[in-house]
């Protein structure tokens, strides 16, 4: 053989120096590490979307431009008229379509520290440089630090998650339309944890030539379908259109989804039922001794233990999964990260946590 094919010959070294994303196996876990949605759908709707499925054309490609379903999302996530909305399959995949359609030689995307993994992960996919400006301790946008390293970098895309993840907070709305202001390139606010929130920037798309917004559907419920928005002026959107490929939706996703939307309040009800859950965690959890518990706009709960990889550990000997932050940032030291989950999910975890909590002592 004339070569001898070794993949670090040809792979980029970006590449060949990353891990690949890890998703722990949670099959039998009281699974509460991903921010799912606990709850299945109502008999008569998982009846209604069987039909649905069972009368889709899966022989045929699906509409490229999913023109009934972005009908159907406009009306149930009320888009102003005069926005563009691009679909991906999960707003992963519009993360990932910004950053190819930006990454000129040497330009660079920003985002926060600590902030949402797939910001960076991406950035280094798409050969982009990453810049994360440190959050405070408290987890609030350190303006003067972000205002300073955007007149260093001058990024071309700044993300930030609104409300943020791992930390579950909403920046000041104030601040961030300062940072829009003094940004060079375009700011991506993500509005993942939206309906769990009571807030948006949906209104300053207008006021804001720089500024999209990204919602996703697979918080309120439907993350197995993959579903992602970008909202955001024509000008900017038409060009992302170009590095969207064809049927990145897939006719399941497009007609299930639509008949989902034509029950948006069984999603709406269920992140209620939710919210009401994530102020019970978070008061049980306040009241347990040596833990701290950060604030939440999401439907996850970030606190810091004394020993988060040992508790960590633990839980998942007893079929819990949460996820552990402990070492991923220093802002995050000792600290996990648990979704709300249902009533009696949430139960089992502060009873094992309890438990484990007092056999430590
Ligand atoms: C979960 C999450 C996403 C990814 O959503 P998908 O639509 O499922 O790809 C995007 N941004 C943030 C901040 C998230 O936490």
Redesign the pocket.
Known sequence: MPHSYNPSDIIRPEVLALKAYHVPPATGMVKLD??ENPYALPQALQSEISSIAAAAPINRYPDPNATDLKTALRKALIIPDQMDVML????????QIIAMATARPGAIVMSVEP??V??RMIATFANMQYTGVPLTADFALDLDAMLEAIARHHPAVIFL?Y????TGNLFDESTILKIIEATPGIVVI?E??HAFADASVIGKLADYPNLLL?R????LGL?GL???LLIGRPAWLSEFEKLRLPYNVSILTQRVTQTVLRHMDVLLNQAELIKNERVRLHAQLSAIDGLKVFPSD?NFILFRVNNAGDLFHKLKQRNILIKNLDRTHALLDNCLRVTVGTPEENTQFITALKTLLLSVK
Do not use: C, H, V
């Open positions: 991903a921010m991906g399959n999960g707003s992963d995949e519009i993360i902030a949402f797939m910001f998650a409300p943020n993840n791992p993500d993942a944890y990204m996703t559907l697979s918080k993350a993959r579903l992602g999401a």
